[in-house]
């Protein structure tokens, strides 16, 4: 079974250029989540699609970043204009729907460094 | 809100230490109780989940206990190898029947030979 899919794994940019991320979900998983993670601490959900619809976007910086999932299988995360503090690794998981305790998986990550 | 507290790390142990990282969480209901591993250059991965209280999780001779009456999913085990040095973090998902998962700040563990 193959897993979650992101690319770039790698991306630098200066600050207030834009950027996007890409995110294949396992097949068949309708809850995708990207999440934020700064070195030293823990994934901080930015936002969790169900199909295409948002379930939780809540911390997620509407300013700034938007994402979005058409179709209900691929997602996208751009950020615009990008700021120092967005330099992080950005991970995109996804689980089955509906259960509490499901297991979620997770890419690899796109390590974001905003220079 | 939600949040997980765990232990600041790193914690170095020798190769055939017993190993404990403690964690514990704020919810509302019932929350089910993750570890997750992160290995240097790889993903995060699930290690072992527990669903109630007084569940054990198991993996790979880890192991954690839900404890309501705490609020606690201490990590433990028995004898680690060089091969455990990871960063592990404690999550939970679920409270108030909400799918979302909720991670804490995680655990740097490096065991030396």
Same mark, same amino acid.
């Given at each position: $079974?193959?897993? /979650?899919? +992101? ?24 809850? *995708?989540?990207? #999440? ?5 601490? &823990? ?5 969790? !699609?169900?199909?295409? &619809? ?6 997620? =910086? ?7 999932? *058409? ?5 996208? *995360?751009?950020?615009? =204009? ?14 089955? %729907?509906?259960?509490?305790?499901? $297991?979620?998986?997770? @890419? ?8 | ?6 232990? $600041? ?8 230490? !017993? ?5 514990? #969480?704020?919810?509302?209901?019932? %929350?089910?109780? !993750? ?6 250059? $790889? @993903? ?21 206990? #839900? ?7 201490? *990590?433990?085990? &028995? ?7 990871? /960063?592990? !973090? ?7 029947? #909400? +799918?979302? /998962?909720?991670? @804490? ?9």
């Amino acid at each position: $079974e193959a897993g /979650v899919a +992101q690319s770039p794994r790698y991306k630098i940019i200066e600050k207030r250029q834009s950027v996007a991320f890409w995110c294949n979900p396992i097949s068949g998983h309708a809850t *995708l989540y990207w #999440y934020q993670q700064i070195l030293g601490q &823990g994934p901080k959900l930015l936002i969790q !699609f169900q199909n295409n &619809g948002v379930v939780d976007d809540s911390q997620l =910086p509407k300013d700034r970043f938007s994402a979005e999932r *058409l179709k209900g299988v691929d997602s996208t *995360l751009k950020i615009q =204009p990008a700021k120092l503090e967005d330099s992080a690794v950005y991970l995109c998981a996804s689980s089955l %729907p509906g259960q509490r305790n499901t $297991e979620a998986f997770f @890419g690899q990550g796109t390590r974001l460094t905003v220079v | 809100g939600d949040s997980v507290t765990q232990m $600041e790390g790193p914690v170095t142990l020798s190769e055939e230490a !017993f190993l404990t990282i403690n964690c514990t #969480y704020t919810a509302t209901g019932y %929350p089910s109780l !993750f570890w997750y591993v992160q290995y240097p250059g $790889e @993903g995060l991965q699930l290690l072992l989940k527990a669903t109630k209280a007084d569940d054990k999780g198991s993996n790979k001779g880890f192991e954690a206990t #839900y404890r309501k009456e705490t609020t606690s999913f201490h *990590l433990e085990k &028995g004898s680690v190898q060089v091969s455990d040095s990871a /960063v592990y !973090f404690c999550a939970l998902s679920g409270s108030g029947g #909400y +799918q979302k /998962v909720t991670f @804490g700040t995680g655990t740097k563990l490096q065991v030396i030979p």
